[in-house]
């Protein structure tokens, strides 16, 4: 088995060695194919591709590949290309699996090998596991966790790649979906736990101006500012449709975020 691994992104670059530090020893190959213009029209940070190139100097990431939104067609048109890009990638590397991720994602080095090995030795075509969201600081989630997953390895097959809203067996982001073939191994939360920084941001504002699921976000001003003065053991808010607070409890800090 040989595993590929490609990373979207445009913002949260912050996050981003950090987290592939977490699954780097794991893997064989990393790409990340990133935007400087947002699926909205918004500039990236000056020192989003100075970084790029500095991790990729230090073997961090195998390759870089710049993607230019279409405009005028949305972020999940935009998002579901760049994640065929990173499959792609990941295919004329010649690895076997695939994985999509997002600078804001981090594993447990333990855990991560054990998924490898179930995997491989179970031969499934495709994998997914729960997630546990934090917030402000990554000693702070959300409780209870949620009951979403994201998903894991897929297989690379000839004419298998994402496609938005694909079915799959439990509830996945619509844009990490393809088919999951006959046999998708789902992790209970106590083999494998994906660790969503989702809300653990330098800046909040420009993850949710330019998220692909920003239509969902109502008054992200009234978010930002709720996030920029909150202390625990206060309520977390998150954007949705509809906005909602969520109870925060402190936990071991398991991952570095930024140095």
């Given at each position: 088995?040989?595993?590929?691994?490609?990373?979207?992104?445009?913002?949260?670059?912050?996050?981003?060695?950090?987290?592939?530090?977490?699954?780097?020893?794991?893997?064989?190959?990393?790409?990340?194919?990133?935007?400087?213009?947002?699926?909205?029209?918004n500039p990236c940070d000056e020192g989003l591709v100075p970084l790029l190139e500095r991790l990729e100097n230090k073997g961090l990431i195998n390759e870089l590949f710049l993607y230019k939104p279409k405009l005028n067609k949305g972020g999940h048109y935009n998002e579901?290309?760049?994640?065929?890009?990173?499959?792609?990638?990941?295919?004329?590397?010649?690895?076997?699996?695939?994985?999509?991720?997002?600078?804001?994602?981090?594993?447990?080095?333990?855990?991560?090998?054990?998924?490898?090995?179930?995997?491989e030795e179970g031969k499934y075509e495709s994998s997914a596991c729960q997630m546990t969201t934090y917030y402000k600081e990554p000693i702070y989630r959300l409780d209870p966790k949620e009951d979403y997953y994201v998903s894991l390895?897929?297989?690379?097959?000839?004419?298998?790649?994402?496609?938005?809203?694909?079915?799959s067996p439990v509830l996945i982001d619509p844009t990490r979906r393809m088919d999951f073939g006959v046999s998708c191994k789902i992790f209970t939360r106590?083999?494998?736990e994906m660790h969503h920084m989702s809300y653990v941001r330098k800046d909040l504002h420009k993850k949710l101006k330019n998220s692909?699921?920003?239509?969902?976000?109502?008054?992200?001003?009234?978010?930002?500012?709720?996030?920029?003065?909150?202390?625990?053991?206060?309520?977390g808010l998150m954007g949705g449709a509809p906005n909602k607070l969520y109870n925060i409890v402190e936990v071991i800090k398991l991952f570095d975020t930024w140095n």
């Open positions: 088995m040989k595993i590929g691994v490609s990373f979207n992104i445009f913002d949260g670059e912050e996050l981003l060695e950090n987290s592939i530090k977490s699954i780097r020893n794991n893997v064989d190959y990393i790409s990340v194919v990133y935007q400087t213009v947002s699926n909205f029209g579901i290309k760049k994640r065929n890009l990173g499959l792609y990638l990941s295919e004329g590397a010649s690895c076997t699996h695939h994985m999509a991720m997002d600078s804001d994602e981090f594993y447990t080095d333990e855990q991560f090998k054990y998924m490898k090995k179930i995997v390895l897929f297989k690379i097959r000839q004419g298998k790649e994402f496609v938005m809203g694909h079915p106590d083999e494998l692909s699921a920003s239509p969902n976000f109502k008054d992200i001003d009234k978010i930002v500012d709720y996030y920029d003065k909150w202390e625990h053991p206060k309520q």
